[in-house]
């Protein structure tokens, strides 16, 4: 699609950059105007901001992380480009495990609830993830398999890292559509009454399962296979799992 915005002089704008950013911003809003609209309120504004710096910081740590892991055998002669995230390369599931370590380390020290603070974050976490695709479908990262559907995209930008010249599954639109979907249901679940902790086990689950089905879609390299399926989809098959269970343990 369009992975360089534009270019000056040197200096490159990376769409995948702008999205990254525009996720983190339109999550921060959303979180801030519910603070707001919260009865119970479970920090101040000015420590939402404080806490949020944490979690971009681990969140991007934790993806990309896991994308290096996943990818080492790119990074063995070229260390360095470990550090070049504007190209792309965060795998979320290691963004969204070490910032859920973080908080619950936090929430410790705080003496706060882990899972109201699950829930406090939950559609966030959506949203912001929808927006982040977008930026993967613009980089031409996280492409698809090739495919004869109506809805198949061609990536003909050299700088695209996506196969180029063949019809793909936007695996990333894909993607961004379910997590989209996925705010709204959080959005609106949480205006009603819930027990604490039930809307974070709900996107933990949805979103399992999503990935779980969109993986099998993917046509970029997913790292060492474990019985056919992908790091990512164990972690989903092992989130699922412990959501489900959250919720028999809580009946």
Known sequence: MCPIVFVFGNFRFFSYGFFIALAFITSIFYLSKSLN???????????????????????IIGARFLFVIVN??????????????????????????????????YSKIKKLCIRQLGDFFAPALALGHAIGRIGCFFAGCCYGVESNFPCAVVFNNKYSLATTGVPLHPTQLYEAFGNFIIFVFLHFYSKKKHKIGALFVFYIIIYAVLRFVIEFFRGDYRGVCYFCLSISQVISVLLFLIGVFYICKRE
Do not use: A, R, T
Request: proline fraction near 2%.
């Open 37 to 59: 609209k919260s009865k119970n309120k479970i920090f101040s504004q000015d420590e939402l901001s404080s806490l949020f710096i944490y979690i971009m910081f681990f969140g």
């Open 72 to 105: 080492f055998h790119e990074f063995i002669l070229s260390p360095l480009d470990i550090f070049k995230i504007w190209h792309g390369g965060l795998v979320y599931y290691g963004g969204f495990i070490s910032v859920l370590i973080f908080l619950i380390i």
